[in-house]
């Protein structure tokens, strides 16, 4: 983990940084040579934001998921286009689909065009934690690098996307606040 950020946009807690997680391989060749390697699966952004509906019970929606989620069940959405995009888990379906409403079903498709990178989204609670495994490396600067309007435009739009997400989401909405 590095490049943590955090604060509070338009009243949302949020927490950012770049992410890499490793597989870790060992190989032991016929001799009893043993080598460690570490291949990475996940390079990317992570964020986590407050979310604006208290429910119970966990969703997970993932562009890349090869296997179903311990105690969850696989759900389809009222969207064609959504459930094509996203795989949707959860361990409660009224959760769901209070939860993924048209407009934030419609706000996500969005989102995942705007970011190339696979999308994957975990809500629990009154936690939106959403991962873009993209193949970048943000915030840095190469040796000797000149700092010129290009790398801080590339520094605004990674900074952006945060509030990208809350607007698109609509996060910062708290018309939903009350549990069912």
Known sequence: ?????????????????????????????????TTVTYVPYFVGRFFEFDFNKNFK????????????PLKMQKISLESEEFNKKFKTFANDEFSAFY????????????????????????????KLALALNNNRDTFTLKMNQEINSKVLDAFKKDINIIYQIIDELNLNNKIFKKEY
């Not at 490049?3 to 060992?26: A, M």
């Not at 019970?57 to 179903?68: C, L, N, Q, R, S």
């Open 99 to 126: 939860v993924l409403t048209p407009q934030l079903m419609m706000s996500l498709l969005d989102l995942e065009k705007a970011n190339p990178g696979a999308i994957s989204i975990a809500i629990n609670s009154n």
């Open 57 to 68: 019970g966990d969703i997970i929606v993932t562009e890349t998921a090869m296997f179903k």
């Open 1 to 33: 983990m590095e490049d943590l950020i955090y604060g509070t946009i338009s009243g949302v807690k949020y927490k950012t940084c770049d992410l890499v997680l490793e597989e870790r391989r060992v190989h032991t060749d016929s001799k009893g040579n």
